[in-house]
């Protein structure tokens, strides 16, 4: 996993004595106090109670439900004048866990975004949110939010969530597990300019969101089972926290990749602003740089050669910052296009049958890498939000009209950039189908 050797125990063990429900400052002595980050984010929701010692938290969420993150400072009140200023930015993202799904994170959003038209990753809850100013939720990044906070005033996001993690699950023997996604703030102070570029502190928590009341019934699932085991078997095992404690996350270490969703749309624009390119080289781990090109916009950025970033940044991270800066993204193995036969499009585009526009013929993209009739399923199912279960078998058409079945070996040879219309075929049973390319 993305965050396997990250190991945050050492700091939850820190951090969980803190009275996080107090509005008190906590009673700390001054070695403590120095080991503290300077600030500290509740999820107030439970973590499960199925845990193993030495692992990191795992905490169930319903899909769109609102939960409130408490944004709190750990510090004396007179510790941030050097802040410089009144308030902090923090952005909220929700992002994969697994570093396998992050390879193909641009496949699994678009495939997301197709099936789900209009709708975002994270939203922001901004009536029931306290103390935020400016919340905003950019329209190109569907799994990010960002707003302001004065660290001296008592601070709440409610967040909601509204992808489920089977959604990016892949097909499995007896049945589907969902895959784990992540909660990160990063927070920023202004620079000099009076724009919030400075990096100040990033935690981040590991999260599986159900369909409404799925978290509920996971949560006391698991708590049945814990109480199942004997005392012997229970002390390997967390008790289940109250609230989430975010983890503190540590940007400058190498295995620290937590990215945007998706990577591959996270270009660096020559349009980006001063603040916009400080930010792109926070997201995209290279914060220790940031100070050297505190005045660089992304025009700048763009026009200076490998060997200028060799001879700033010294030649690893020289190479690796031209390459996220230039580098265009890795071509899949195979990419076909598919749409469904007309009279199934117009029932999914019924908004353009109103507009005269019903027999319209949509075509999607399916990127493949690995070329077998497995992938394709998935991806198929992805597209058009069924369960890769449904799809029994896939056909292609071929001569005089024979069905011919799709093997491993056919999808590798299909020509790159080929088109199919999809038609379905009823199965024996009214839950599975076959497809016809």
Request: charged share 25%.
């Amino acid at each position: 996993d993305l965050f396997s050797s990250v190991k945050p125990q050492a700091f939850r063990e820190d951090v969980l004595a803190l009275p996080i429900f107090k509005q008190e400052e906590p009673q700390l002595s001054p070695e403590n106090d120095a080991k503290l980050p300077p600030f500290q984010y509740v999820l107030c929701t439970a973590t499960s109670p199925a845990v193993k010692l030495h692992e990191e938290t795992l905490t169930y969420l319903n899909q769109g439900q609102s939960y409130e993150i408490r944004l709190l400072e750990n510090r004396k009140l007179g510790e941030f004048q050097d802040l410089n200023t009144k308030y902090v930015k923090s952005i909220i993202r929700v992002v994969f866990h697994d570093r396998r799904l992050q390879y193909t994170e641009h496949q699994q959003l678009e495939g997301w975004r197709w099936s789900r038209p209009g709708d975002r990753i994270l939203d922001i809850d901004i009536p029931l949110s306290v103390g935020i100013l400016d919340p905003r939720a950019s329209p190109t990044q569907l799994n990010t939010v960002e707003f302001l906070w004065d660290p001296s005033k008592r601070a709440s996001a409610f967040i909601q969530v509204h992808c489920i993690s089977t959604e990016f699950t892949p097909r499995k023997h007896g049945g589907e597990k969902g895959v784990p996604f992540r909660v990160q703030i990063d927070t920023f102070k202004q620079n000099e300019n009076g724009e919030y570029t400075e990096h100040l502190h990033s935690a981040s928590c590991q999260i599986k969101v159900f369909k409404p009341k799925g978290a509920d019934r996971k949560q006391k699932t698991d708590r049945e089972k814990m109480e199942k085991k004997t005392i012997q078997e229970k002390e390997k095992y967390q008790p289940s926290y109250e609230t989430t404690i975010l983890t503190e996350v540590n940007n400058s270490s190498p295995t620290h990749q937590m990215e945007l969703l998706p990577p591959s749309n996270d270009h660096l624009l020559p349009s980006a602003s001063i603040q916009d390119a400080q930010q792109w080289l926070h997201r995209n781990r290279f914060s220790p740089f940031c100070r050297l090109f505190s005045s660089f916009s992304g025009a700048d950025l763009l026009k200076m050669s490998k060997e200028d970033f060799v001879q700033i940044c010294g030649p690893a991270d020289g190479i690796r910052l031209f390459n996220a800066i230039k580098g265009r993204n890795v071509r899949p193995k195979m990419t076909i296009y598919v749409c469904q036969e007309p009279e199934q499009n117009r029932s999914h585009l019924h908004q353009k049958q109103e507009n005269g526009d019903g027999s319209l013929c949509v075509y999607h993209a399916i990127f493949l890498e690995e070329l077998t009739i497995l992938e394709l399923m998935e991806k198929i199912a992805n597209l058009y939000s069924i369960s890769p279960q449904q799809i029994n078998r896939i056909y292609r058409q071929g001569p005089t009209g024979i069905h011919v079945l799709v093997s491993n070996e056919m999808v590798q040879n299909f020509q790159d950039e080929s088109c199919f219309v999809i038609s379905t075929l009823k199965g024996v049973y009214c839950c599975c189908c076959y497809l016809l390319l």
